[in-house]
């Protein structure tokens, strides 16, 4: 019994690995699901209100979506990636981009407090917009719930006025977005091989709130 129980459990593994070693041969080391189109749907939404915005993109892969937001008038980015390509990759496209910007490879399966005291000297107090695209169900399965848990708090800490997340994992964390203070303001449901897209504002202490960007 002992000894099929470890038999399965590394032909299990054994089976892990050849596939994603057929996965990476056949998109190319592609780490995202669906097409480049796809993961641009419901996004209009907020890059009609970034003109003016600082934007922190977490999980920034090629940099395709925070191009888009300095394209769309973004001011700052701010962009954190584990894959030492993509970050290359973005570097370089952002080389002649007249805007502020920062992309660093990074290994984020860490807690928030993790996050803020490593990259202290280049991160924000706060964003107007945080990107957290397609990447919690990545750091689901590399850290523990509780520090991934502490890491969404860190970025609804950071979000000034809007956190944007896609996952169809949203159901699992969403009462922790929604106990800090944000409102969902737009929803689109998966779509060809990316998930669910929920854009949350942050409720406007009324005494104090007022509209900090064009668009606001
Ligand atoms: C599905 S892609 C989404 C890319 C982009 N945000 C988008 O919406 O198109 C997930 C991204 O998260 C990155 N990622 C996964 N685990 C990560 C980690 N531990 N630290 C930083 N980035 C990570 C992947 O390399 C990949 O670029």
Redesign the pocket.
């Known amino acids: 019994m002992f000894y099929s129980q470890i038999f399965r459990s590394k032909q299990q593994s054994m089976f892990d690995k050849l596939r994603k070693l057929l996965v990476y041969q056949q998109i190319g080391k592609k780490?995202?699901?669906g097409s480049?189109f796809d993961?641009f749907v419901g996004l209009d939404f907020i890059l009609d209100k970034c003109p003016g915005s600082t934007v922190l993109?977490?999980?920034?892969?090629?940099g395709?979506?925070s191009y888009e937001f300095a394209k769309r008038g973004s001011k700052l980015i701010h962009g954190?990636?584990?894959?030492k390509d993509?970050v290359k990759f973005t570097k370089r496209l952002f080389r002649d981009i007249p805007i502020e910007n920062k992309f660093v490879r990074?290994?984020?399966?860490?807690s928030g407090e993790e996050f803020e005291r490593r990259y202290q000297d280049i991160l924000l107090k706060e964003y107007d917009i945080v990107?957290?695209?397609?990447?919690y169900?990545?750091?689901k399965y590399?850290?523990p719930e509780k520090n991934l848990h502490d890491l969404v708090e860190l970025l609804l800490a950071k979000s000034k006025k809007w956190f944007v997340v896609?996952t169809n994992m949203l159901p699992e964390f969403e009462s922790i977005i929604l106990d800090k203070n944000f409102q969902l303001v737009s929803s689109t449901p998966a779509k060809g091989g990316?998930g669910l897209l929920h854009i949350y504002e942050k409720k406007v202490d009324v005494d104090s709130g007022s509209p900090f960007f064009k668009g606001g």
């Open positions: 780490n995202f699901a480049l993961r993109d977490i999980g920034s892969n090629e395709l979506i954190f990636e584990k894959e993509m990074a290994d984020l399966a860490i990107l957290f695209l397609g990447v169900h990545h750091l590399q850290m896609r990316v």
